[in-house]
């Protein structure tokens, strides 16, 4: 029943059939992938200065879009606003530069003095529309043709699946620098330290604690000593080591509570520690942090090198940072 009710609903249908209509324009785009592609890849890839993307309208959005996902993903880049680079902008291309100019239609008017820059200086052109025989297409030193699909609009002029096909390729273009400058998750990191992608992207390194921060003593430390350090340090732990400065053992403030009805007056650190406890790298994703504590039931891990702290974590810590 609820199928049917599904099938009757006129706004459903609708939503349908505009999908199908994009998808379609998709699987054009598709068909039309040749060496201009590796053209533009090379192009951009060995361009001296920055990418310059251009639109009018809703090829402009479009066009920030494909600026915005390049830069995050190591190649520099930047939208000029047709309108403003004929109003002093053009000085902000340089001959390095490498421009892609999108127009699906090829003849926005808004272009022509973008075109008849970069032919005056020599800059090359990337051109994206559906039509190599426009303005724009005869303009490009590359031409990235577009499906010349119809849009999903029921009017067929609200551009839809056209702007759809150009994002599509703008991300064609995006994940192929990915993929040729073996750009990594670290880089990324450094292009988004804010927000739940930067949170995501953290490595222990950079939310640990170090120094004098670290609960650290001797494994021959008396229980009093312990619990000043534990207090002090307020992080519920204490790390131990031997006369190598090794991490040998570690005792946290749970491990306290459960011998709090023992005699401790003459234990020392050896006696009660928790011996060879687990470690982590600092370069390890945060993520990748939070789950080792909860699958192993502690909040708190020390990292190490050649088994030396250098830093130590409590899962409130990654808490905090929206590490979840």
Do not use: W
């Not at 994940?175 to 450094?190: D, L, V």
């Not at 023992?262 to 006696?271: E, G, P, R």
Request: proline share 3%.
């Amino acid at each position: 029943m609820q199928m049917i009710n599904r099938l009757q609903n006129s706004d459903i249908l609708n939503a349908i059939k505009t999908i199908d209509c994009e998808i379609e324009a998709i699987n054009q785009l598709k068909e039309l992938l040749d060496d201009n592609l590796t053209k533009a890849l090379d192009l951009i890839e060995n361009a001296k200065g920055r990418i310059i993307l251009s639109g009018m309208g809703k090829s402009g959005h479009i066009a920030k879009k494909i600026a915005a996902s390049l830069a995050s993903t190591g190649t520099p880049s930047f939208f000029l606003h047709p309108a403003e680079a004929s109003h002093g902008d053009l000085g902000m291309v340089t001959t390095d530069d490498v421009i892609i100019a999108i127009s699906n239609s090829g003849e926005s008017r808004e272009l022509i003095d973008i075109l008849n820059y970069s032919k005056r200086f020599g800059i090359k052109l990337i051109a994206i529309t559906k039509n190599p025989e426009s303005s724009l297409g005869k303009a490009g030193d590359i031409i990235l043709q577009l499906p010349n699909s119809k849009e999903a609009c029921p009017l067929g002029l609200a551009p839809t699946s056209s702007t759809t096909a150009t994002l599509v390729l703008g991300d064609i273009l995006t994940t192929g620098m990915i993929e040729r400058r073996g750009f990594s998750k670290s880089q990324f990191n450094e292009r988004h330290p804010g927000g739940k992608l930067g949170s995501i992207l953290q490595k222990v390194k950079d939310i640990m604690h170090t120094g004098d921060e670290m609960p650290i003593l001797k494994e021959n430390a008396g229980i009093n000593e312990i619990i000043l350090e534990m207090t002090s340090k307020r992080l519920g732990c204490v790390g131990f080591i031997n006369d190598k400065g090794e991490l040998t053992g570690m005792f946290t403030d749970g491990d306290l509570r459960r011998c709090i009805d023992k005699n401790l007056k003459n234990v020392k650190a050896f006696d009660i520690m928790t011996k060879n406890p687990i470690t982590i790298q600092k370069d390890v994703f945060a993520t990748e942090a939070i789950k080792i504590l909860n699958e192993k039931k502690i909040t708190n891990i020390f990292a190490t090198e050649d088994k030396i702290p250098i830093g130590v974590l409590h899962i409130h810590d990654l808490l905090k940072n929206g590490i979840a």
